[in-house]
């Protein structure tokens, strides 16, 4: 089955910068897109950027555009998130999700890796 693996978080101060990564293993060959989502305490999960696996066609939620960056690496099965610009609002868990085709729910989620900006 499919295992997704997130990286790189940490404690960064406002104005900061954190490469978030999400490697991905196991029965990926027909996913269609990778999507970064985060969760602040007591909050919904909330979507953050998207990207298709071939093109590598990108979408982003308003309230990181122009600071965040989803990139893809199709041969090491990998995703990444550059955040620039932190916000202390940015202090979230974020989780990597994989869909398998356009319009579907993402069906595998990997365990989180915890970002945290202070202020």
């Known amino acids: 089955q499919v295992h997704l693996l997130e990286s790189g978080g940490g404690l960064v101060q406002a104005g900061g910068s954190l490469r978030l990564s999400c490697a991905a293993s196991g029965r990926t060959f027909s996913s269609y897109g990778m999507g970064w989502f985060r969760q602040a305490p007591g909050k919904t999960l909330e979507f953050v950027a998207r990207i298709r696996w071939s093109g590598g066609s990108t979408y982003y939620a308003d309230s990181v555009k122009g600071r965040f960056t989803i990139s893809r690496d199709n041969a090491k099965n990998t995703v990444y998130l550059q955040m620039n610009s932190l916000k202390p609002e940015d202090t979230a868990v974020y989780y990597c999700?994989?869909?398998?085709?356009?319009?579907?729910?993402?069906?595998?989620w990997g365990q989180g890796t915890q970002v945290t900006v202070s202020s």
């Open positions: 999700g994989m869909r398998s085709g356009v319009g579907g729910n993402y069906e595998y």
